[in-house]
């Protein structure tokens, strides 16, 4: 049982997301009980990646799927959380856009080698996860004081530098996984036409 309670973790967090978006559109920018629940739960699921993470390890029951499906998770969590503020706060929408171009290249190029390679979480990754967290609780946080909107705004535009940055490299690694895991095929198909 307890080896699949990381990978259940990661599960909640995927179900927690469309009610955080329900309760977000629904509040519509009122700053009331509905906009409440949605940051708690947020900070709940949030709290997930942390806890998911350190029981895999402390369990040493890593998987392909939680190494996969957790990063997917995290990324499905912030971009239906920063979609409703784009919507219900009239946030711009560009960091928006960044982050889904990055977030569905690296994710399609991790599941087209995923059969051969896991691309782990690398720790520019991690850093981008803790800045966004950060932002999104900041300009969520109903009726805060001016500071909270300013230094969630900055955070949002350093995770999306970041975002950017690790980019580059995720797809450096999957163009070097691709490649590697379609050598032996070569190699075989040489060694089969030289003894042909």
């Known amino acids: 049982m307890s080896a699949a309670v990381p990978n259940i973790l990661t599960a909640a967090r995927l179900v927690a997301v469309p009610i955080v978006v329900w309760l977000l559109l629904a509040d519509g920018g009122a700053d009331g009980p509905m906009r409440w629940w949605a940051l708690g739960l947020f900070l709940a699921a949030a709290a997930t990646d942390y806890l998911d993470g350190y029981l895999a390890r402390r369990w040493g029951v890593v998987s392909s ?3 996969l499906a957790d990063p997917i998770a995290d990324k499905v969590l912030i971009l239906g959380g920063l979609a409703c503020l784009v919507i219900v706060d009239g946030l711009p929408w560009w960091p928006l856009a ?27 990754g991690k850093v981008k996860t803790v800045l966004q967290l950060l932002a999104l609780t900041l300009l969520m946080w109903p009726e805060g004081p001016a500071w909270f909107d300013t230094l969630g705004w900055w955070s949002l535009v350093a995770a999306v530098v970041v975002a950017v940055v690790t980019g580059i490299d995720y797809g450096r690694r999957i163009v070097a996984a691709a490649r590697a895991s379609r050598a032996p095929a070569a190699v075989t198909e040489a060694d089969a036409d030289a003894g042909s």
């Open 98 to 124: 960044v982050l889904v171009v990055r977030e569905v290249g690296v994710t399609l190029g991790r599941l087209a080698v995923a059969a051969d390679t896991v691309i782990a979480a690398s720790m520019g």
């Open 65 to 67: 799927f939680g190494k």
